[in-house]
């Protein structure tokens, strides 16, 4: 029995009160006794053979301490490389990285020597000095050039570049095609870039000689996952590695990754005796933490004479980059997110991951279905175009209805369950969109600015997003001896507010205040198992572990009371942070004094029959995952000048099921969107011919600034799932998901008058001034 | 903080109204400097090339990238950082609170740098429109909340200040 005094309300972030004082901890922040520092040699080509490594002259600089190779790394290492953490059987070759590449660098950034130092400074005085003898290869710098036959290879002993193929779909395409009324042909290609949090990734190592323990510090989304990366890199029992997150500014997905540095860095620790820290700088990251979105699509829709969908099938391409850290699951997502919210009775993809010589590519914010979104809504739009019908109207003519729900969509999801769509209205949350974004007039506003001489136009994103992705996020709940509670959990913030979720939830269901809630998260020491937060799972996950755990601990107070008391658990009542005998002159007993009792100090005699654990946990395994949607229409002008474009107004209809906290879900709906518009129009990791970055600061590669962001107009629909206690669905995804497709479709309708075609994304200011020159000139 | 062979020299300057007297090395940014020399982590690197604007602090009142300008050029300053917004007490000061009513900071990495730009700015103009927050915020990046709420705190604080 929970009553809702927190879920459902816009609490204020116990998070914020330190971090607005400058007094958030985060992985730079860290300062050991006896601490050193590293800076590692990255390979300047895109692939090359390392010849041989000359250190003589790095180690005669002043403070640095010691260089080291994959040679000079502890001998179980070597020949190592870092676990796959999502294996796959399509997958063809499991490559991953080695943690200092011995005898072949396959990306520019790759590193093959570690220079040790008294400080940041010294050692990167060291790295300077390191002499690498490069013996460069041909580099594939796109996953289309990868797969052809004169391509040169990515990794020399691999035969070819190709990672894995898998194959996707339902129904008789073939069927499909043949009683179509229109063919409609589309390829698409949406381009890399990456998260780009505020604050790089970095690590901390110590190491106990005595108790033969690791200690690591790691900016990451998943403490869990480094902690397996290392217990299998060292071969050392779980409860000798310990990972601790500390603050994390930021994630988006590439923090989820466990990276090179993570090995190297615990294993100086244990090499040297002194604690190591390593921090990535931005040039560091443009060069080596993963990225994401580089596809190509070529897709063929089957139409009947009405615009309804009869069949869709083609050939996505996608980059793996270097390396598979993460497996193939992002091309796999997108190819299951392709149907989205319309009915398409049949629907086959053949999918080929391609090696590139790229940094590796793994989940970004979206995790392949930005790329999903953008080419079904881009091929939405052309059959508009082809039959004449309005982007709307199209749209409407094949959503699937509301009163088909659950809807078995036929395919089967990255977590081995079927795609069945568990609750949602789809052409509800269209029209709510269209009313607020005032649609129906748009084609007269459209003609007033165009006889001003401005082009405008107005474009549609829908989509369904898998969230709240299992095995499982784990939460312990226990009521501690000054009667404050804690929670446990391997769910690791990153700027979500993790802390106050969670403790809206515990509290609700204890009867205590938010306040009176301590939140430990992303610590291996505490919480031994967990997944991390990605895949927009952590409310619907941990937040579920959390209210059945909450619940279990409720249970254990009242059965403890009523045998302190003598009374029947009913006629308890728990509030306040105690319990108390129901009415007036009821008498009482605090959670702490209940803790006490119970803590095993002496003096204290335990009821019989009772158990003392204040405390309980619980596993939360949801069945499949849950299916949030939404509905984005922006309107755009382009400046036909000089290609600018400025977002006039952006809509966004989301509905993510039950809403714990309002704000922040408004949160990351508007930050999310605020990403996709990066996506869109601004973000672009640019590779030459040879693959070597060329977009390696934020003056080359622009990031969306307070001035092109606007106010998202948020409508929120509630369509609770039954799949969870919560009835809540993921909201960490949704603003970005379908921006590009959105706000590019608008780009292309405001140059309708040029017959601009838009089909890569993103969309940069001199590739729209250099497609309106081609129109005009057509 | 830094081996007494490298180049350096010692520097006097007040920070948050405390003086210090310190040795740095030449080489050292302002921010490497309060974060390593003084042990004010506040401050953060986003980028070290001058882009994201998550290092900015006040220079003898002007907003200044911690990470472009030299420790040695800050000799004989007053420098303020994110530290030094809140009083004696810790109580947070207008603009701090508006970004908790506001839900202006996400990861809070960025926040310190917002935070120095907007006390600068207030100061300076302190009858902006959201559009001129908009611009004066255009040096900070911050990739969590696009920045809609971050504006609508640093209106909020405006109007709470204007009103005193």
Redesign the interface.
């Known amino acids: 029995m929970s009553t809702t005094a927190f879920v459902g309300q816009s609490v204020?972030?116990l998070?914020?009160?330190d971090?607005?004082?400058?007094?958030?901890?985060?992985i730079?922040?860290l300062?050991l006794p006896e601490m050193i520092e590293v800076a590692f040699v990255r390979s300047p080509f895109a692939h090359a053979l390392i010849g041989g490594i000359d250190v003589a002259e790095a180690l005669q600089v002043?403070?640095v301490l010691g260089v080291y190779t994959a040679a000079d790394l502890p001998a179980g290492m070597h020949g190592k490389r870092i676990l796959l953490q999502v294996p796959n059987p399509a997958i063809t070759h499991p490559l991953t990285q080695e943690p200092l590449a011995s005898r072949e660098v396959c990306f520019a950034g790759e590193a093959v020597a570690v220079v040790v130092a008294?400080?940041r400074?010294?050692a990167e005085d060291g790295a300077e000095r390191v002499v690498v003898d490069w013996q460069p290869l041909g580099a594939v710098a796109h996953c289309e050039g990868a797969l052809a036959p004169s391509a040169p290879l990515a990794h020399q002993d691999s035969g070819d570049n190709i990672a894995g193929r898998l194959a996707l779909g339902f129904g008789d395409v073939d069927a499909a095609f043949k009683d179509a009324a229109h063919v409609i042909e589309g390829r698409f290609t949406p381009h890399r870039g990456t998260?780009?949090?505020?604050?790089?990734r970095g690590v901390v190592a110590q190491y106990d000689h005595i108790g033969e323990a690791l200690r690591i510090w790691t900016s990451t989304q998943t403490p869990h996952n480094t902690q397996r990366g290392v217990v299998d890199m060292f071969d050392m029992p779980e409860d000798k590695v310990r990972v601790i997150t500390p603050?994390?500014?930021?994630g988006?997905g590439p923090k989820n990754q466990v990276y090179p540095e993570e090995m190297v860095v615990p294993a100086l620790a244990m090499m040297l005796g002194r604690p190591v820290k390593w921090i990535e700088?931005?040039r560091e990251h443009f060069l080596t933490t993963t990225q994401e979105r580089d596809q190509v699509w070529t897709l063929t829709a089957a139409v009947d004479g009405d615009g309804k969908l009869l069949g869709l099938k083609g050939l996505l391409i996608h980059d793996a980059g270097a390396y598979l850290p993460w497996g193939i699951i992002m091309p796999y997502i997108s190819a299951s997110t392709v149907p989205g919210p319309y009915v398409i009775p049949a629907y086959h993809l053949d999918v080929t991951v391609a090696f590139t010589n790229m940094v590796p590519t793994t989940p970004l914010r979206g995790a392949g279905r930005p790329q999903a979104v953008f080419v079904m809504e881009r091929m939405m739009d052309l059959i508009g175009h082809e039959l004449g019908l309005d982007a709307a109207e199209v749209r409407r003519r094949n959503f699937i209805p509301a009163d088909q729900m659950p809807y078995d969509m036929g395919l089967t999801y990255r977590d081995g369950a079927p795609v069945i769509y568990d609750t949602g209205d789809y052409p509800e949350a269209q029209r709510q969109a269209l009313a607020k974004a005032g649609y129906d007039d748009f084609a007269e506003r459209q003609q007033a600015a165009l006889a001003d001489g401005r082009y405008i136009g107005i474009g549609i994103g829908n989509y369904v997003e898998g969230t709240g992705l299992g095995p499982f996020e784990g939460a312990t709940i226990r009521v501690l001896s000054n009667g404050r509670v804690a929670i446990y959990s391997g769910a690791t913030p990153?700027?979500?507010?993790h802390h106050t979720t969670l403790a809206q939830i515990c509290a609700d269901e204890l009867g205590i205040d938010v306040a009176d809630v301590d939140v430990v998260l992303g610590d291996t020491g505490v919480m031994p198992r967990g997944a991390g937060t990605f895949a927009s799972r952590i409310t619907v996950t941990a937040g579920s572990s959390v209210r059945l755990a909450s619940a279990q601990v409720r249970q254990k107070l009242l059965a403890l009371s009523a045998a302190k008391f003598e009374v029947d658990a009913e006629s308890l009542e728990v509030a306040g942070g105690e319990v108390r005998i129901t009415g007036a002159q009821g008498d009482s007993v605090s959670f702490a004094e209940l803790a006490r009792m119970t803590s095993g100090m002496p003096g204290y005699v335990l009821p019989a029959g009772v158990a003392p654990d204040l405390e309980a946990s619980a596993y939360f395994t949801p069945p499949q995952a849950t299916y949030s949607n939404g509905s984005h229409v922006a309107e755009v002008e382009v400046d036909a000048e000089t290609g600018l474009v400025t977002i006039l107004n952006y809509v966004v209809v989301h509905d993510c099921g039950n809403v714990i906290n309002p704000?922040?879900v408004?949160?990351q709906v508007?930050?999310?969107?605020?990403?996709g518009i990066g996506n869109a129009l601004l973000e672009r990791m640019v590779y030459d011919e040879d693959a070597n970055p060329l977009t390696t600061?934020?003056?080359d590669y622009l990031?969306?600034?307070?001035?092109l962001?606007?106010?998202?107009h948020i409508v929120h629909m509630e369509s609770p799932t039954p799949l969870n206690p919560l009835g809540a669905k993921g909201a960490g995804e949704g603003?970005t998901i379908p921006a590009p497709a959105a706000i590019i479709a608008a780009v292309e309708n405001a140059l309708a008058p040029f017959g601009v075609g838009i089909t890569e994304c993103p969309i940069l200011p001199e590739r729209i001034v250099q497609l309106i020159a081609e129109g005009e000139d057509r | 903080m830094s081996d007494d062979s490298r180049p350096g020299r010692e520097i006097s300057l007040t920070v948050n109204g405390e003086g210090y007297s310190a040795r740095t090395e030449d080489r050292f940014s302002l921010a490497d400097f309060l974060r390593q020399g003084l042990g004010l982590t506040g401050t953060h690197l986003g980028c070290e090339h001058g882009v994201c604007g998550a290092c900015t602090v006040l220079v003898d009142g002007h907003a200044v990238r911690g990470c472009l300008m030299l420790a040695v050029q800050a000799a004989g300053t007053e420098v303020v950082t994110i530290e030094g917004l809140a009083d004696a007490d810790g109580n947070l000061n207008t603009l701090q609170q508006a970004f908790m009513e506001h839900h202006g900071l996400q990861c809070g990495f960025c926040t310190p740098g917002i935070l120095m730009t907007l006390t600068a700015y207030r100061r300076d103009c302190p009858d902006a429109t959201e559009a001129d927050v908009r611009q004066a915020l255009s040096g900070n990046i911050c990739r969590c909340t696009g920045y809609e709420t971050i504006v609508r705190a640093a209106l909020a604080a405006w109007r709470e200040m204007g009103a005193r």
Do not use: I, S
């Not at chain 1, 971090?19 to 901890?25: D, I, V």
């Not at chain 1, 998260?195 to 790089?200: N, Q, S």
């Not at chain 1, 603050?247 to 930021?250: A, H, L, Q």
């Open positions: 204020k972030r998070e914020d009160p971090l607005l004082r400058g007094r958030g901890r985060f730079d922040d300062r002043p403070g008294d400080n400074h010294a998260g780009h949090p505020m604050e790089t603050d994390v500014g930021g988006f700088d931005r990153a700027g979500q507010a704000m922040l408004d949160g508007q930050g999310g969107v605020a990403h600061t934020f003056a990031m969306p600034t307070a001035e962001v606007p106010d998202c603003g």
